[in-house]
């Protein structure tokens, strides 16, 4: 979290190009949306890290899941115009893997839930059989956009429903028709030739260097306990 959040004020300074970027979460833990401080108290009594998101929505758990980040600028168009045109690159890219993503409907049933994967808003995607598959959230600072989403690609399911007490979100390697495309590096490769086509960018790979961790650890986002 607290590298997106550089990410997207280094960007916002103009001293950083746009990101696209990907990962994972070891060891598991719940990240809250921003304006989320209402949360089970047993929560703090689990073995897990409870971070707070730069971005809003809702609770959650990651436990394998993979997850992007997009920080840009200047995109047109309304809030919901500038999710769904982020959004197409994982659409097209879970396509080329033989999965088909659509856009969520649900509205004024979000609020009721701690968990972010039991509504699906026009922001997110579900897959065939209506169940949500991608959760994204958004923050803006003036014309910079920081994106980012999770999409389950392994769960815990007695976990999920320990914490949530509803059913886990649809794990997409599931529903990978080929075993082949099913490894975490094939995925983030389709996604990345797909982001590379829609958005019409070259990609240079590029790790952060020490003085640009040194400087993230200075401005941590906060964890809660």
Known sequence: MAVDN????????????STLRFYTWFPSAISLG?????????WQKLDLDIVSRPTGGKA????????????????????????????????DG?????????????????????????????????????????GSAQLRRRNAILQHGSM??????????????????QNLLTIIPSSENRAIPKIVEALTEAAKDWFKINLVLQP????????????????RY
């Open 34 to 42: 921003y304006h989320q401080q209402d949360y089970p108290q047993f």
């Open 6 to 17: 550089w990410l997207l004020e280094k960007h916002r300074q103009g001293n950083h190009p």
């Open 60 to 91: 959650v758990l990651h436990q394998g899941d993979l997850t992007y980040t997009v920080v840009t600028s200047s995109v047109p168009g309304k809030r919901w115009e500038v999710y769904k045109y982020i959004c197409q690159f994982l659409i």
């Open 208 to 223: 952060l260097s020490l003085e640009e961790w040194q400087d993230i650890l200075n401005n941590p986002v906060s964890v």
């Open 94 to 134: 879970w396509r080329s893997l033989g999965v088909n993503l659509d856009y969520g409907t649900a509205v004024k049933e979000y609020a009721n839930h701690h968990n972010c994967f039991a509504t699906a808003t026009g922001a997110d995607l579900i897959a065939e059989n209506g169940q949500k598959a991608i």
């Open 152 to 169: 389950t690609l392994k769960d815990n399911y007695d976990l999920f429903i320990k914490i949530f007490n509803e059913p886990a979100p």
